[in-house]
């Protein structure tokens, strides 16, 4: 039963904040109608910052990516060099 309620409130998580996305886009869009005159300068504006909000993450995702393969390597060295030795020898 337990985990029911928690499927259940990360699914309502996920409609609210679906329903607050889309409702950012349609006054995104009807401020660009009403300032402009035209809604697809809003689906432009959305479009570009989606794109960018995309490629910052990218940029973000590879950077750190790189920081832990340095730390990794760096761990699997010092573990190599520390060679420990069985009870037997």
């Known amino acids: ?3 029911n309620i928690q ?3 990360r699914f309502a998580q996920y409609v609210g904040s679906t329903a ?3 409702a950012a886009c349609f ?3 009807w401020l660009s109608n009403f300032f402009f005159g035209d809604y697809n300068y809003g689906i432009i504006a ?3 910052t989606f794109m960018l909000v995309f490629l910052f ?3 973000k995702s590879d950077v750190e990516s790189k920081a832990r393969q340095a730390r990794w390597a760096a761990e ?3 573990r190599k060099s520390t060679k420990r030795t069985m009870l037997m020898e």
Do not use: R, Y
């Open 1 to 3: 039963m337990m985990k």
């Open 46 to 48: 959305m479009m570009g």
């Open 57 to 59: 993450g990218m940029a």
């Open 76 to 78: 699997d060295a010092d």
């Open 7 to 9: 499927v259940f409130t």
């Open 20 to 22: 607050a996305v889309m």
């Open 27 to 29: 006054l995104v869009v």
